[in-house]
């Protein structure tokens, strides 16, 4: 097998400088991070997965230490913000109850993104068995502690959703069989990072393939003497990692076969809100968090679905979204109705769907702007590429593929690259940090019309807003930005740099 590998890059010779990886500083549950609003904690949730009393204990943990919500990841993890900074015991303790800290020296490194429809509608295969063995697998690994806490794992069951998310070791079922089957009968292509084709494992070998290959990057990095995170830290290891990988099998007894011509699929494809059907009879509902953040009472509505109509189940979505499965028809339809009553995104015309933010001010001390406020004022109709708000260059959270790119700067908002720009100064409103913004906004993007008759987003003609239009930093923003943001997203692809 390893002979019809495509020859590896050789490791760089010991003399070379190491790679200048700065010291990982991810946050988790018991490591806080201290933000502007408080501290913060990232709770690790493999798949996404939490059982009622799980999400309860978390609501819990919200109200009673943090700012009362519940903030959602691009990973399928929970944030708590607002938090004291001693609170790290009373924290611990609350979540270890739950069960949501199984082991304390891997919390951080229980990233597993999964397939939040696995088993639920037909094509598909199940791949929480997969989910179980790995994370147990990790936790029982001293090796792993050794991971950053941004090294991710996906597994997905073929439909190609999870493995467009960009994760450093992606299992794919193959051949996939009917839903709610295991994948471990038909098997799994192994990836590594965005190495040029995979590994064919089988199915009941593919959660330790994924832990080897995790070993290998590890191997990797200590070989390049690099602080390397994730993957694409360690510069052209992608391919040597397959080989490094495919022998660390053969070794374990593990076969595997180098399948060329294989790629990751670059559209991830999240789950549509609303209800979905399942071959079983029954339905999941399908609902996203304005801007990825529930209230404690719309966190507490959806565990009282889950457990009183559903499977006792929610799924975490890397959307920033929730999944209930296993309700009736009858129940699925009345509760996606009391849902959308308390506020959550449950379909797919909403103005608020495909639209993202990182925290922004006052959470964050880096940002320019407060762009959940200013979100909220350029909504538009629904539907069209994805958009995100940044309050930094930073761009934290935001998605993967095509979207809008709307990022705050001293100078005002860029739209996917064009400044919308202050005319005047701003006299209201105006925070420390060199907040953007002023009395009115010049955007200096695309007619709305010659937009939507176009691809390219960068053909720029003058849109100026009405005179009562007010800038951003204060929470409200312009005509002319809204307009460049909703004619944005109509195009087929962006063309800004990510």
Known sequence: MLAAMPTATNPPPRDEPPIPVRLDACPGTLRLHMADDGALARVRVPGGVLTADQAGALADAALRLGDGSLHLTSRGNVQLRGLDGDCGAALASLLDAAGLLPSHRHERVRNIVASPLSGLDAGHADVRPWLRALDGLLCASEAATALSGRFLFALDDGRGDVAALGADVTLIASGAGPAASSPDEDGALLYVGAADGALRVRGGDAPRAALIAAEAFLYAAAESRSRAW???????????????????????????????????????????????????????????????????????????????????????????????????????????????????????????????????????????????????????????????????????????????????????????????????????????????????????????????????????????PPADSRGPAGGRTSTGLAVAVAAARTTTATTATR
């Open 230 to 464: 994730r993957v694409r830290d360690v510069p052209d290891r992608a391919g040597a990692l397959l080989h490094e990988t495919a022998r660390r099998l053969d070794a374990a007894g593990i076969p595997c076969t180098y399948t060329a011509g294989t790629s990751l699929p670059t559209d991830a494809a999240a789950p549509v809100p609303g209800i979905i059907g399942g071959s079983d009879g029954l339905r999941a509902l399908s609902v996203l968090a304005p801007l990825g953040t529930l209230t404690a009472a719309q966190w507490t509505l959806l565990t009282d679905v889950a457990r009183t109509d559903g499977a006792g189940e929610l799924r975490l979505t890397p959307w920033r979204g929730v999944v209930v499965p296993g309700l009736c028809q009858e129940a699925a339809a009345a509760r996606l109705q009391g849902l959308a009553t308390a506020g959550l995104i449950t379909d797919p015309a909403s103005p608020w769907h495909g639209v993202g933010a990182c925290i922004g001010r006052p959470g964050c001390a880096k940002s320019l702007a407060d762009v959940r406020a200013d979100a909220a004022t350029a909504l538009g109709a629904g539907g069209g590429l994805p958009v995100y708000w940044s309050g930094c260059a930073r761009r934290c959270g935001h998605p993967q593929g095509d979207w809008v790119d709307v990022v705050a700067t001293p100078e005002g908002y860029e739209v996917d690259g064009h400044l919308v720009e202050p005319e005047a100064p701003r006299t209201e409103g105006v925070g420390d940090r060199g907040a953007p913004g002023g009395a009115r906004l010049r955007t200096v993007v695309s007619d709305a019309a010659d937009m939507n008759g176009s691809s390219d987003v960068n053909e720029s003609a003058g849109v100026h």
